[in-house]
């Protein structure tokens, strides 16, 4: 049998936008996703917008009841900044209200509350400001994480400034899957600088807090992997490491930003326009725990037409793709749990064995209404055996030492998921969006109950 550490932590992750719902009441002012909703709907799946979501703001009584019953024992959710501080400044009391009965549930049923500040969810009203683009967006969100340890740092003990920062500068800046759909490498990599700030400067304020507690940041890192062992892939490699892995890992643990990224990006025409006392408050506020978000591996090898200086990522690196693979065919994506171990290791070996914990990880499958049993359960043994074998080589990298903490599945209920909206499902329970967003227990749900209880299988 595969035995885990005393005391690790066994549970799900979601987010505030992905689940509350109540998008636009409540005191709480629009975000990104709102707006583009509106401006929008055609770019979203079958016109499921963020206002109501999973409904988690009616219904979180009854989904921490039920935490306990798939072996919980703890939850990764955000909060949203644009409930909280609808203008930025002035503070919403409803919100408040929310947030300190949501999370006193989970202690009442012992669930250790990790709360995150951000999850793609820009205010509206800041975007018109120009987003993560305008240096004022350091201090805002300072601001934000300042006022949310003061509401609720008797509550929450552990907490993360971002989720996936990588996310929200590739598909707002690059890729447009997120808001504002542009397509600009330089104002990305200065999205990217301005959300390190702000990262840097929550903790700073989390630090003057003196809350009892510990703070960290969810990153999707892992290391990439080269076609071949050619000088020219080898390269590739390196680019994809310091823009996509290295990029956040070492400021926010090490204190520093890579030379070689600094060199990458000046070599480019992509320096992002810096303060003068930036280098030092990186070097004074490093984390105190690492979440890692990992679903799929990054193949990579030199590109086939490139220009110089780079006006995409893919003039630096392309996506290789490796003709073993083994394939979500619902997502595309490559199913790889070796990845894990090899994450470990890059944990223990380049960032001083910091705590870390898998922060996501999961399947997500369309359709999952065809795998109902006459008990009216899905059968997601497909999810089951996912997270089996991904759990394997964690448990792995954890026998050679790694200072892994918990294993966090996404997702706990259903969840809507931006522009996808519900196309795929990755809960542990489904949500009937026809019939009072019911919650039933999927297979999963009963195999990660005795998961946990067995801490192993």
Same mark, same amino acid.
């Given at each position: 049998m595969i035995k885990f550490p005393d005391n690790f932590l066994w549970g799900a992750a979601a987010s505030a936008p992905q689940t509350e719902g109540h998008s636009s009441s409540d005191g709480k002012s629009p975000t990104t996703w709102d707006e583009w909703f509106k401006l929008n709907p055609e770019k979203f799946n079958d016109g499921q917008g963020p206002q109501n979501t999973s409904n988690v703001y009616e219904m979180y009584k009854e989904d921490v009841a039920n935490m306990p019953k798939v072996g919980m024992n703890s939850y990764r959710t955000s909060i949203s900044w644009a409930r909280l501080l609808p203008d930025g400044k002035n503070l919403n009391e409803e919100a408040v209200s929310f947030y300190r009965y949501y999370f006193q549930t989970m202690l009442d049923n012992n669930i250790e509350p990790i709360i995150n500040l951000f999850h793609f969810d820009m205010p509206w009203w800041l975007m018109e400001k120009g987003g993560w683009e305008n240096c004022d967006s350091v201090e805002a969100f300072a601001f934000y994480a300042k006022t949310a340890f003061e509401q609720f740092g008797d509550l929450v003990k552990t907490w993360s400034t971002f989720n996936e920062p990588l996310v929200h500068i590739e598909c707002g800046y690059l890729y447009q899957f997120h808001y504002p759909a542009i397509v600009d490498f330089k104002k990305a990599v200065q999205v990217g600088y301005h959300t390190l700030m702000a990262h840097v400067c929550a903790v700073r304020e989390f630090r003057n807090s003196n809350i009892d507690g510990k703070i960290g940041i969810i990153l999707n890192v892992l290391p990439a992997y080269s076609r071949s062992d050619s000088e020219e892939d080898l390269k590739a490699k390196e680019a994809a490491d310091l823009l996509n892995t290295y990029s956040f890992l070492d400021p926010t643990v090490l204190g520093v930003i890579p030379t070689k990224l600094v060199e990458l990006l000046r070599d480019n025409n992509l320096t992002p326009d810096i303060q003068s006392t930036d280098k030092e408050l990186i070097a004074q506020n490093t984390v105190d725990y690492i979440g890692l978000n990992y679903y799929q591996p990054r193949r990579v090898k030199a590109p086939s037409n490139s220009q110089h200086p780079a006006k995409m990522p893919s003039d630096l690196y392309e996506s290789y793709d490796w003709p073993d693979k083994k394939i979500n065919p619902y997502r595309g994506?490559?199913?790889?749990?070796?990845?894990?171990?090899?994450?470990?290791?890059m944990m223990r070996d380049q960032y001083h064995n910091i705590p870390w914990f898998v922060s996501e990880n999961g399947m997500g499958v369309a359709d999952e209404q065809r795998f109902k049993g006459k008990d009216g359960m899905i059968d997601d043994?497909? #999810?089951?055996?996912?997270?089996?074998?991904?759990?394997?080589?964690?448990?792995?990298?954890?026998?050679?030492?790694?200072?892994?903490?918990?294993?966090?599945?996404?997702?706990?209920?259903?969840?809507?998921?931006?522009?996808?909206?519900? #196309?795929? #499902?990755?809960?542990?329970?489904?949500?009937?969006?026809?019939?009072?967003?019911? #919650?039933?227990?999927?297979?999963?749900?009963?195999?990660f109950k005795e998961l946990a209880d067995n801490n192993g299988f």
């Open positions: 994506w490559e199913i790889y749990p070796e990845a894990l171990y090899d994450v470990a290791i043994q497909y #999810r089951i055996d996912f997270m089996k074998e991904h759990l394997e080589y964690l448990h792995k990298g954890i026998e050679a030492g790694s200072n892994c903490f918990g294993y966090h599945v996404w997702t706990y209920v259903d969840c809507w998921s931006w522009l996808n909206g519900y #196309r795929n #499902r990755y809960g542990l329970f489904s949500v009937d969006l026809e019939n009072h967003y019911k #919650r039933t227990m999927k297979k999963s749900g009963l195999w």
